[in-house]
T-cell receptor, first 112, second 115 residues
Framework: SQTIHQWPATLVQPVGSPLSLECTVEGTSNPNLYWYRQAAGRGLQLLFY??????ISSEVPQNLSASRPQDRQFILSSKKLLLSDSGFYLC???????????FGPGTRLTVT | AQKVTQAQTEISVVEKEDVTLDCVYETRDTTYYLFWYKQPPSGELVFLIR??????QNEISGRYSWNFQKSTSSFNFTITASQVVDSAVYFCALSEGGATNKLIFGTGTLLAVQP
């Protein structure tokens, strides 16, 4: 089964600073990969998804971007963080016809 | 449009009580997939179960059971003899599958099991 790794676990960044969150997948190849954000209040918002290397689809126009430089690597970035970017960021992956998504441990981002 | 509704925002029970978490979904697709996830205080979402739209058979796994009813567009989750370790936020989700396999999540139900 696949394992999703994310780092860092927590991050405190000032407004206007850049961001780079990394997600890597172990135990599978050609996964679909997803970035979600969970703000206070528990709702999960899909930010980006990728069905292959270099293929990124954005769900919500915002201050963030994503890239997939390798099959099992998914990166979430921002050039200048906003206060509203604070939240819990989760990376997930799915493969084949199983359809369930497996999640990483998440990164808690606080923008100050 | 697809939608998942979890009307119960918070539920509090005493240990050993049975509890049912409700999930109602909307979709125009004939083929779809339903899921339950558990999010303990640590934050990571843990996959619990997947149900395909063409399989209405209910499922039991230990103290967990799931009741899928297409006639009412519901996919409810019951925990029997709840335990403190069951305390978490539980999410119901829906997917059309396909190449993108995007999940639509409900807003979650916070379950607090008191000792």
């Amino acid at each position: 089964s696949q394992t999703i790794h994310q780092w860092p676990a927590t991050l405190v960044q000032p407004v206007g600073s850049p961001l780079s969150l990394e997600c890597t997948v172990e135990g599978t190849s050609n996964p679909n990969l997803y970035w979600y954000r969970q703000a206070a209040g528990r709702g999960l918002q899909l930010l980006f998804y990728s069905v292959g290397i270099g293929q990124i689809s954005s769900e919500v126009p915002q201050n963030l971007s994503a890239s997939r430089p390798q099959d099992r690597q998914f990166i979430l970035s921002s050039k200048k963080l906003l206060l509203s970017d604070s939240g819990f960021y989760l990376c997930a992956g799915s493969t084949g016809s199983s359809y369930e998504q497996y999640f990483g441990p998440g990164t808690r981002l606080t923008v100050t | 449009a697809q939608k998942v509704t979890q009307a119960q925002t918070e539920i509090s029970v005493v240990e050993k009580e049975d509890v049912t978490l409700d999930c109602v979904y909307e979709t125009r697709d004939t083929t779809y997939y339903l899921f339950w996830y558990k999010q303990p205080p640590s934050g990571e979402l843990v996959f619990l179960i997947r149900r395909n739209s063409f399989d209405e058979q209910n499922e039991i796994s230990g103290r967990y059971s799931w009741n899928f009813q297409k006639s009412t567009s519901s996919f409810n989750f019951t925990i029997t003899a709840s335990q403190v370790v069951d305390s978490a936020v539980y999410f119901c989700a829906l997917s059309e599958g396909g190449a993108t396999n995007k999940l639509i999540f409900g807003t979650g139900t916070l379950l607090a099991v008191q000792p």
